[in-house]
Nanobody, 122 residues
Framework: QVQLAESGGQLVQAGGSLQLSCAVSGQNPNWYAVGWYRQAPGKGRELIAVISGDAKIIKYGDSVKDRFTISRDNGRNTVYLQMNNLLPEETGVYFC???????????????WGKGTLVTVPS
């Protein structure tokens, strides 16, 4: 089992950029696929991007393609989400989630962090 800790959330102006980090700790952290989810105010969680443990498989949600980039540094046990050209509707709490495979993270991940708040004022 691993634990996840997000950081980097803050207020950023529309059109700006921000990088979020997800520290993965515990047993065999680099074995897990990790994804980023966003929960906008009053809405459910939406998958943004997911990356496999070896970084060979990457999937993005349609709304963020070409603007967001997920990556991981297995030497630092950290997964990143680089967000560019942020939109006001992308305000929300960003969670990282982990499970044994990319498909599991996309479907119903078992391990969650506590989230980090990103605010993009309109």
């Amino acid at each position: 089992q691993v634990q996840l800790a997000e950081s980097g959330g803050q207020l950023v102006q529309a059109g700006g950029s921000l990088q979020l980090s997800c520290a993965v700790s515990g047993q065999n952290p680099n074995w897990y696929a990790v994804g980023w989810y966003r929960q906008a105010p009053g809405k459910g969680r939406e998958l943004i991007a997911v990356i496999s443990g070896d970084a060979k498989i990457i999937k993005y949600g349609d709304s963020v393609k070409d603007r967001f980039t997920i990556s991981r540094d297995n030497g630092r046990n950290t997964v990143y989400l680089q967000m560019n050209n942020l939109l006001p509707e992308e305000t929300g709490v960003y969670f990282c989630a982990a499970d044994e495979s990319v498909d599991a993270v996309r479907a119903r991940p078992r391990i969650w962090g506590k989230g980090t708040l990103v605010t993009v004022p309109s």
